[in-house]
């Protein structure tokens, strides 16, 4: 196997002319990438995580030769995706979340079919290989089913199937599972995992913004915000780059607001999420005396504590660390 | 990248238009009825007129033919604008053919599929109306149609690339040229009537010259000709030449756009 990085990136930057609007008074240049320089070996699936609009899905569509680079260059197992299309093309494929992508009239043996044809698959070979795949993913039963009737979550593990029929050198998967029922994206996650166990030497990029998703599918997680690489390394090493401190999940009675706990002093950071008539704390705290503080405002409140729990950091922890924000308060910093 | 190769892209995107279109019972409306109907409405003013029967033969000729323009304008010119928006276009971009033998299959798809309109209204004309369609030649019959239908689709893929670039006028610029082709083409009459240069000018549009030689082909004493139906052959292939060199520069062109400014192929 050779050395050559699968993908290899350097001082790669996009910038998009944006038109005048409401959104962007000016109609100033949006630079979606930063001088992001990679470099990501075969074997490896490397995860792209990421708040909308951070460049993940710019960086793919260079990467797959859709979108040119402003500045900087990028290589795809060896071949230039400026100069070298062609190459890259047949070396690769890539699969987006909430694709639609097809013509609903087919079924789902026609349309995968339709799509081997344009990777110079002999018709044999290819309905060998959509079976094979197709019982794979558990969708053999639907092949002569019209795509039109499939669910959102089958769909998808159908261009799952549309994207490995050329047994890609390097794979792209572009929010996988986004919009997916829990099953439905286990499955594929699952999938991918045995996809590129099975096959040494092939690589995926994947980008997501689901914490948990990178961390259970990636060996190497980049976070990518406002365009630039702000960290690159595994899961475990980004989390032990989390601030320094302690971590803990309690469960209280519902709160009204959790504000009045960040005032505690050794409180650095409070995330309350609401479920089943519970507030679900998440604290980041300077030492673990300062839980007492917590505790002790939370009783003084009249709120039972339900469950106390000191924690590992998460990955999405590193990210606040990195960011300074959770990924959702990043997604609507943008929205807003 | 070999002939075999693009020959397998070209029948995999052609594989849905042929399919596809059986599969959608509304063409029988659409592509049928409607054709028809038109066709019924003018046998009838000429009728009432008095006009020879080959009169009925060339309305009859007129509607089969509007099926190919309505094809060419909403299933390939307006092809890559709504492939685009269903998240085709950029897989297409990046499947290693290329994205020429993939517009050559929807062409073929296109032709395949509705010749069979065609010729469905053909024969519902021939029946209901005994229209007396003959042949003189069908060498010459069958290289006009031929050369009308790779003139007309280069033609088709040539505005698939420029609407693509129109964006939302797409939709616009289909219905601006759907009913005044059915006028300068003269499908319902000889275009002869618009004069000779005005034929001529609408001969920039293949499906003029392609309909005016096939009528002179089946009436070739009675048929009032634009010009020689040598001449027409000869401009057909011009124009099939022309459209198809033209169309293929176009998607090049669009290409080179597309990926630097990233707006045509992507669904933002």
Same mark, same amino acid.
Not at chain 2, 19 to 44: C, H, K, N, Q
Not at chain 2, 140 to 147: D, E, K, T, V
């Given at each position: 196997?050779?050395?050559?990085?699968?993908?290899?990136?350097?001082?790669?930057?996009?910038?998009?002319?944006?038109?005048?609007?409401?959104?962007?008074?000016?109609?100033?240049?949006?630079?979606?990438?930063?001088?992001?320089?990679?470099?990501?070996?075969? %074997?490896?699936?490397? %995860?792209?995580?990421?708040?909308?609009?951070?460049?993940?899905?710019?960086?793919?569509?260079?990467?797959?030769?859709?979108?040119?680079?402003?500045?900087?260059?990028?290589?795809?197992?060896?071949?230039?995706?400026?100069?070298?299309?062609?190459?890259?093309?047949?070396?690769?494929?890539?699969?987006?979340?909430?694709?639609?992508?097809?013509?609903?009239?087919?079924?789902?043996?026609?349309?995968?079919?339709?799509?081997?044809?344009?990777?110079?698959?002999?018709?044999?070979?290819?309905?060998?290989?959509?079976?094979?795949?197709?019982?794979?993913?558990?969708?053999?039963?639907?092949?002569?089913?019209?795509?039109?009737?499939?669910?959102?979550?089958?769909?998808?593990?159908?261009?799952?199937?549309?994207?490995?029929?050329?047994?890609?050198?390097?794979?792209?998967?572009?929010?996988?599972?986004?919009?997916?029922?829990? %099953?439905?994206?286990?499955?594929?996650?699952?999938?991918?995992?045995?996809?590129?166990?099975?096959?040494?030497?092939?690589?995926?990029?994947?980008?997501?913004?689901?914490?948990?998703?990178?961390?259970?599918?990636?060996?190497?997680?980049?976070?990518?915000?406002?365009?630039?690489?702000?960290?690159?390394?595994?899961?475990?090493?980004?989390?032990?780059?989390?601030?320094?401190?302690?971590?803990?999940?309690?469960?209280?009675?519902?709160?009204?607001?959790?504000?009045?706990?960040?005032?505690?002093?050794?409180?650095?950071?409070?995330?309350?999420?609401?479920?089943?008539?519970?507030?679900?704390?998440?604290?980041?705290?300077?030492?673990?005396?300062?839980?007492?503080?917590?505790?002790?405002?939370?009783?003084?409140? %009249?709120?039972?504590?339900?469950?106390?729990?000191?924690?590992?950091?998460?990955?999405?922890?590193?990210?606040?660390?990195?960011?300074?924000?959770?990924?959702?308060?990043?997604?609507?910093?943008?929205?807003? | 990248?070999?002939?075999?190769?693009?020959?397998?892209?070209?029948?995999?995107?052609?594989?849905?238009?042929?399919?596809?279109?059986?599969?959608?019972?509304?063409?029988?409306?659409?592509?049928?009825?409607?054709?028809?109907?038109?066709?019924?409405?003018?046998?009838?003013?000429?009728?009432?007129? =008095?006009?020879?029967?080959?009169?009925?033969?060339?309305?009859?000729?007129?509607?089969?033919?509007?099926?190919?323009?309505?094809?060419?304008?909403?299933?390939?010119?307006?092809?890559?604008?709504?492939?685009?928006?269903?998240?085709?276009?950029?897989?297409?971009?990046?499947?290693?053919?290329?994205?020429?033998?993939?517009?050559?299959?929807?062409?073929?798809? =296109?032709?395949?599929?509705?010749?069979?309109?065609?010729?469905?209204?053909?024969?519902? =004309?021939?029946?209901?109306?005994?229209?007396?369609?003959?042949?003189?030649?069908?060498?010459?019959?069958?290289?006009?149609?031929?050369?009308?239908?790779?003139?007309?689709?280069?033609?088709?893929?040539?505005?698939?690339?420029?609407?693509?670039?129109?964006?939302?006028?797409?939709?616009?610029?289909?219905?601006?040229?759907?009913?005044?082709?059915?006028?300068?083409?003269?499908?319902?009459?000889?275009?002869?009537?618009?004069?000779?240069?005005?034929?001529?000018?609408?001969?920039?549009?293949?499906?003029?010259?392609?309909?005016?030689?096939?009528?002179?082909?089946?009436?070739?004493?009675?048929?009032?000709?634009?010009?020689?139906?040598?001449?027409?052959?000869?401009?057909?292939?011009?124009?099939?030449?022309?459209?198809?060199?033209?169309?293929?520069?176009?998607?090049?062109?669009?290409?080179?756009?597309?990926?630097?400014?990233?707006?045509?192929?992507?669904?933002?």
């Amino acid at each position: 196997m050779s050395s050559r990085p699968s993908i290899q990136t350097e001082d790669l930057a996009r910038t998009f002319r944006v038109l005048r609007s409401k959104h962007y008074p000016a109609g100033e240049p949006v630079v979606a990438l930063d001088g992001v320089t990679l470099e990501i070996p075969r %074997g490896e699936l490397f %995860g792209l995580l990421g708040p909308n609009g951070a460049g993940k899905t710019t960086l793919i569509k260079i990467l797959v030769t859709l979108l040119l680079p402003t500045s900087g260059r990028a290589t795809v197992e060896g071949f230039d995706v400026r100069t070298q299309a062609h190459q890259v093309r047949s070396r690769i494929s890539m699969v987006s979340g909430g694709e639609h992508s097809g013509y609903g009239l087919l079924t789902v043996r026609e349309q995968l079919w339709m799509f081997s044809q344009f990777y110079g698959l002999a018709t044999g070979e290819a309905l060998r290989r959509i079976d094979e795949l197709l019982g794979v993913v558990g969708l053999f039963e639907e092949r002569h089913r019209k795509v039109q009737q499939l669910s959102t979550g089958m769909r998808q593990k159908m261009n799952l199937v549309r994207g490995l029929l050329s047994d890609p050198q390097v794979f792209f998967l572009d929010e996988p599972t986004l919009g997916l029922d829990v %099953g439905a994206a286990r499955d594929i996650r699952a999938y991918i995992k045995r996809w590129i166990a099975d096959r040494p030497g092939r690589t995926i990029l994947l980008t997501t913004h689901y914490m948990s998703e990178a961390e259970e599918l990636c060996d190497r997680v980049a976070i990518i915000h406002k365009g630039k690489i702000i960290a690159c390394d595994a899961p475990a090493h980004l989390k032990r780059a989390a601030a320094g401190g302690s971590y803990f999940v309690l469960d209280t009675e519902r709160l009204d607001g959790a504000d009045f706990l960040r005032e505690i002093p050794g409180v650095a950071r409070v995330d309350a999420a609401e479920r089943d008539h519970l507030t679900e704390l998440r604290l980041h705290l300077a030492e673990d005396g300062a839980i007492a503080g917590v505790v002790a405002a939370l009783t003084q409140q %009249g709120r039972r504590i339900l469950q106390l729990q000191k924690v590992e950091p998460s990955l999405e922890d590193a990210f606040v660390t990195l960011v300074g924000r959770r990924m959702e308060e990043a997604d609507e910093v943008r929205t807003s | 990248m070999t002939l075999r190769r693009i020959w397998y892209a070209i029948r995999g995107r052609a594989y849905p238009r042929t399919v596809g279109a059986m599969r959608e019972p509304s063409w029988i409306f659409y592509d049928l009825t409607l054709p028809i109907l038109g066709v019924v409405a003018f046998v009838f003013v000429y009728r009432a007129l =008095g006009a020879p029967p080959r009169f009925t033969g060339y309305v009859i000729m007129g509607g089969a033919t509007i099926a190919f323009w309505m094809n060419v304008m909403w299933n390939m010119a307006s092809q890559f604008y709504w492939e685009k928006h269903q998240g085709n276009l950029e897989l297409y971009m990046m499947a290693p053919c290329g994205l020429v033998p993939i517009l050559l299959g929807m062409a073929l798809g =296109g032709m395949l599929a509705t010749t069979l309109r065609a010729v469905v209204v053909v024969a519902a =004309g021939v029946l209901l109306f005994q229209a007396p369609l003959t042949v003189s030649s069908w060498p010459l019959f069958l290289g006009i149609f031929a050369l009308g239908l790779v003139a007309l689709y280069g033609l088709g893929m040539f505005f698939s690339s420029l609407f693509l670039m129109w964006g939302r006028e797409a939709w616009h610029m289909v219905s601006l040229l759907q009913e005044p082709v059915y006028l300068a083409s003269g499908f319902y009459f000889p275009v002869r009537a618009l004069g000779l240069w005005v034929g001529l000018a609408a001969s920039l549009i293949p499906i003029t010259l392609a309909l005016d030689g096939l009528r002179q082909v089946m009436f070739p004493t009675s048929h009032p000709g634009l010009i020689p139906v040598l001449w027409e052959v000869a401009g057909l292939a011009l124009l099939a030449v022309g459209f198809t060199v033209l169309a293929l520069r176009m998607l090049r062109y669009m290409e080179r756009i597309s990926r630097q400014e990233g707006r045509l192929s992507f669904r933002w």
